[in-house]
């Protein structure tokens, strides 16, 4: 996966205009992507405090089960196309919920305390959430990875997110 991005360039401009270009942009390097996603930012640097940004997903992108209780920050989730499954789990890796959310439906997104271990995967091609969380982005500080969740780009992974998916049609 060298040399391939995680996320667009930010916007450099004080207001940005969130145009449809900007979103498939995104779709298409989501579908480049070796993680099938990408990150589109909204915020224009790391340290800024608070974070918005897309996040474009193809289906079989593998998000690691986290939470973010190291540093307390609570995150928003809403679903702006296509679908997701939304899985919350205790911390042995037991499944506590999982709902199906999709763009334009009565459950369309999630908010939730930083404590919360989850992950979701895409349900549709051309999945884009928007989410909102504090800044700023220290990498080794902001998820706190579930030890029984398997590592991305690993062969358990992949098979890790299979059997989650069986789990949870």
């Not at 895409?122 to 706190?144: H, M, N, R, S």
Request: glycine share 4%.
């Amino acid at each position: 996966m060298p040399n391939f991005p995680l996320a667009t360039n930010p916007p450099k401009t004080d207001v940005t205009l969130i145009e449809n270009s900007l979103i498939e942009t995104a779709v298409e390097l989501s579908k480049q992507s070796p993680r099938k996603r990408i990150i589109s930012p909204l915020h224009k640097s790391d340290s800024d405090t608070l974070h918005r940004m897309f996040n474009v997903v193809q289906p079989g992108s593998y998000i690691r089960p986290h939470s973010h209780e190291t540093d307390q920050k609570a995150e928003s989730i809403l679903v702006l196309r296509g679908g997701i499954c939304f899985v919350t789990f205790d911390d042995k890796g037991n499944i506590q919920s999982h709902k199906k959310l999709y763009a334009n439906s009565d459950v369309f997104g999630v908010d939730l305390e930083p404590t919360v271990i989850h992950s979701f995967y895409a349900l549709e091609e051309d999945t884009v959430v928007f989410e909102v969380k504090p800044g700023p982005y220290i990498k080794k500080q902001d998820k706190g990875f579930a030890n029984w969740s398997p590592e991305e780009n690993t062969p358990e992974a992949e098979l890790y997110l299979k059997q989650l998916i069986e789990l949870t049609q």
